[in-house]
């Protein structure tokens, strides 16, 4: 079992930014990607951002240039840079972790953009 915290969200105004961060525990080695996905409400839970165990990063077009995935192994972190923040970027972000066997995921942390 892995268990993902995220923390780090929180209202923001437009053009402003914010770190997500989401620690994870337990079988952590079994691990060989995280990411970040977002949902709103009625609305699919799509990626954001993604960066594999061997480094490799991808990002969902929308926040290309404006938002950093980087993980530190050493605390099994991944971190999730976002400026240029616009009031479309308002949604739950949900860390995940995923093993060859399945996925995990966090409990998600509110982004609040103002206009």
């Known amino acids: 079992q892995v268990q993902l915290v995220e923390s780090g969200g929180g209202l923001v105004q437009a053009g402003g930014s914010l770190r997500l961060s989401c620690a994870a525990s337990?079988?952590?080695?079994?691990?060989?990607?995280m990411g970040w996905y977002r949902q709103g409400p009625g609305k699919q839970r799509d990626l954001v951002a993604r960066?594999?165990?061997?480094?490799?990063?991808n990002y969902a077009d929308s926040v290309k240039g404006r938002f950093t995935i980087s993980k530190d192994n050493t605390v099994g972190t991944v971190y999730l840079q976002m400026n240029s923040l616009k009031p479309e970027d308002t949604d739950v972000y949900y860390c995940?972790?995923?093993?060859?066997?399945?996925?995990?995921w966090g409990r998600g942390t509110q982004v609040t953009v103002s206009g």
């Open positions: 995940s972790a995923s093993s060859p066997a399945t996925t995990y």
């Open positions: 337990g079988s952590i080695s079994r691990i060989n990607a």
């Open positions: 960066v594999t165990s061997g480094g490799s990063t």
